[in-house]
């Protein structure tokens, strides 16, 4: 008989939805979705329909409905079309008690920091909350969404990954998308990383990949609606984490706002260029740690002049970032602590008379 006769194994169904082997069987064992039928009364073999069953429970899951009631729907759905299956057990299985999670679901998110961005958590819009109860995902009250995201990140699920963050960026815009979804996302992701040895490291590669793929889109499809010179964006040198930077690029985007990104660890004399030669109305610096925090650099950024004589001006320059903590840098340099700050005070240049931005 045929392949498709007999069913495909576990290992096989896996491959194709993209998730871990222990997962389909933790999902079977913990919420009775499994395959209605099994080879020789033992071995799992999946038909077509017990797949299209269990991408069912990825997509409800990575939309960030809990895993139980993702299975409940499921098992109604598949109850009202098949009689109902028999397996080895003989018994229902029951839903789970409240233990600790197997899997997946075990692993995202024991606490909140997150090594790939580092940033400060930018104080959120205040909206109410989602507790999965149930969901095994010790993240707090947070959005829906997030939740789903933290299934799909540990299930290397790129495409739901991909779906769920274009939905949150349209449903929610940029700032609300960033503080409530992507970056408590990326602290637990982080923080678990942290804590386990190192394992998950890919984990945390695909969700950043895909965030950063998220915002650069947003960053594309904002068209610059504002006239005015624009506001520069760069990390200091040897700062290599951009995503809290590709953030405000996308926010500014939003906006309308004209923006020049340059990314990570940009030489203190090519960032000198780039200010002389653009003549920004802001430049943001972005500093992960006070290892690289270039205090003379911002000094010098924020007193560089540009324009005709006696209408010279200076760039407002935004030291963003929690490597700048601490001691002031100077005059003509402000520190935003949030990303809604940071746009709000980049905003602020191009509603003022010209020549009002540091004039």
């Known amino acids: 008989m045929s392949d498709v006769a007999h069913g495909i194994t576990t290992g096989a169904v896996a491959r194709r939805l993209g998730v871990s082997p222990t997962t389909v069987r933790s999902w079977d064992q913990r919420y009775g979705i499994g395959p209605a039928v099994r080879a020789d009364g033992r071995h799992r073999r999946w038909s077509p329909a017990d797949v299209a069953m269990l991408e069912e429970m990825c997509r409800l899951t990575a939309s960030g409905v809990p895993p139980a009631e993702a299975a409940r729907a ?4 598949r109850s009202s079309t098949e009689e109902p299956r028999e397996s080895l057990e003989g018994t229902a299985r029951e839903e789970p008690t409240g233990k600790e999670p197997v899997g997946e679901e075990a692993v995202v998110g024991k606490g909140t920091g997150e090594r790939g961005t580092g940033e400060d958590v930018p104080a959120s819009v205040p909206a109410p909350p989602v507790r999965a109860a149930g969901s095994g995902l010790p993240l707090g009250d947070v959005r829906q969404e997030c939740r789903g995201l933290a299934r799909a990140a540990v299930r ?3 495409p739901a990954m991909g779906r769920l963050l274009q939905d949150v960026l349209v449903q929610y815009g940029l700032v609300t998308a960033w503080e409530e979804v992507m970056a408590p ?3 637990a ?3 678990k990383w942290e804590t386990s040895g190192d394992r998950y490291v890919e984990v945390e590669h695909l969700l950043s990949w895909h965030i950063s793929t998220a915002l650069r889109q947003a960053t594309v499809t904002g068209s610059a609606s ?6 520069l964006l760069a990390c200091v040198p040897g700062e290599q984490h951009t995503l809290p930077l590709e953030a405000l690029a996308a926010g500014l985007a939003e906006q309308g706002l004209p923006t020049r990104m340059f990314g990570a660890a940009v030489p203190a004399e090519a960032l000198d260029s780039a200010v002389r030669r653009s003549g920004p109305a802001a430049v943001v610096l972005w500093s992960q740690a006070r290892s690289t925090a270039h205090h ?3 000094r010098h950024v924020a007193g560089t002049a540009f324009g005709v004589r006696g209408a010279r001006r200076t760039p407002l320059t935004l030291l963003a970032g929690p490597g700048w903590a601490g001691r002031p840098v100077g005059p003509g340099t402000v520190r935003p602590t949030s ?5 709000g005070a980049v905003s602020r240049l191009y509603a003022e008379p010209a020549g009002g931005a540091g004039a």
């Open 74 to 77: 499921v098992r109604t759905r």
């Open 156 to 158: 290397l699920d790129g």
């Open 185 to 187: 996302t990326l602290h």
């Open 189 to 191: 992701v982080g923080r």
């Open 226 to 231: 504002v006239p005015g010179p624009p506001a």
């Open 296 to 298: 003379a650099l911002a």
């Open 339 to 343: 990303l809604r700050e940071a746009i």
